[in-house]
């Protein structure tokens, strides 16, 4: 497939994916549109990990630290500040900071990819320790209590920037998480494209060769990882907007391996991929919670054991390479066709034309 091609189709998904955002409002009920802006808010999670792991080669077991923190960040500046605007900066702010810090400790101490996923993992259930001690009064921050284990509840939702008095309606938070899903896609999909992507790609491809090019792999991992815990804040700032709840849980284990779940199944290496992962397995899990026969942690551990066997590209991958696979069939056997046609002109020879010695 060629590059033309290629953003000639991605340019069609986007804009169907803006169709849709545009119109899914006017044809179901609300409470699934409520169902399917938390579908949304995971999906950028997910993306925050795919974009880390599948072109960075860095393996975080631990995303959802910079998810939780980015929803108390979120939680804590509403409530003190009584507008969504600023916390959602900061929702993007603490985590950056949070993945620059541990990040740098990681990468510039030549931590190998195996202690980097213990890490991110270990500070995932630190996070969670604390945040789950915190009931006391005298855990408050400004207005806010952190609510240990009981969490924090009536976060305010997002509101027109700069005007709190305007509260966004839930038609109107879908409209913002949704398309927050597309930005961040389609400005991912531009930094992979500019010379630091293709850098970044590079370093997860070899590091030792991108080295001798004159590029700092650690610097390179550094940002990606910063970025991805940036992506990540915001996903959780948006989780909190659907809720208007955050707690300790949101650090859980459980969701770390969600993540990576949606992703394998999705297909790694791709931004599509975890997006599709994200909601195909958030819709059935859905399903499932609605009756009590069967549990969907084993639904869920038998649907990755499957694709691991049957596909262990992902979904997308699998797609893709079978749509290039007939593409190339069909191509063979026109090319067979053309050739045969051109065999048939030949032993016919002109038109007229009469053997020689004939006459």
Known sequence: MTEPVKLTLQC?????????????????????????????????LALSLGFIWGFGGILSFGQTAFFGLGAYSYAVAAINFGDSTPAIGLAILIPALFALALGYFVFYGQISDVYLGVITLTVTLILFNVFNSTAGDAYTIGSARLGGFN?????????????????????????????????????????LRSPFGRVAIAVKENETRAALLGYDPRLVKLLVFVIGGAIAGFAGALYVNWGA???????ALSLSAEIIIWICIGGLGTLV??????????YLVSQIGTQQAVNSNLVLGAILVVFVVLLPKGLVPTIRDGLLALGRLGAGRS????????????????????PAGAE
């Not at 700069?162 to 899903?181: K, R």
């Not at 991929?273 to 958030?282: D, K, M, Q, R, W």
């Not at 067979?336 to 034309?353: F, K, L, Q, T």
């Open 273 to 282: 991929g975890p997006i599709v992962g994200c909601f195909l397995i958030e």
């Open 12 to 44: 069609v998904a986007v804009l169907f994916a803006c169709v849709v955002v545009g119109l899914l409002p006017f044809y179901i009920d609300l409470f699934e549109l409520m169902q399917y802006t938390l579908f949304c808010s995971m999906a950028v």
């Open 151 to 191: 969490g924090m509840p009536a976060v305010p939702t997002f509101n027109m920037p700069f005007d709190p008095s305007n509260i966004l309606f839930p038609e109107q938070s879908w409209y913002v998480t949704g398309g927050a899903l597309i930005a961040i896609y389609v400005g991912l999909r531009l930094l």
């Open 335 to 354: 090319r067979r066709g053309d050739a045969a046609r051109g065999h048939e002109i030949v032993d016919e020879g002109p038109a007229g034309a009469q």
């Open 245 to 251: 709840f955050v707690g300790p849980t949101i650090f």
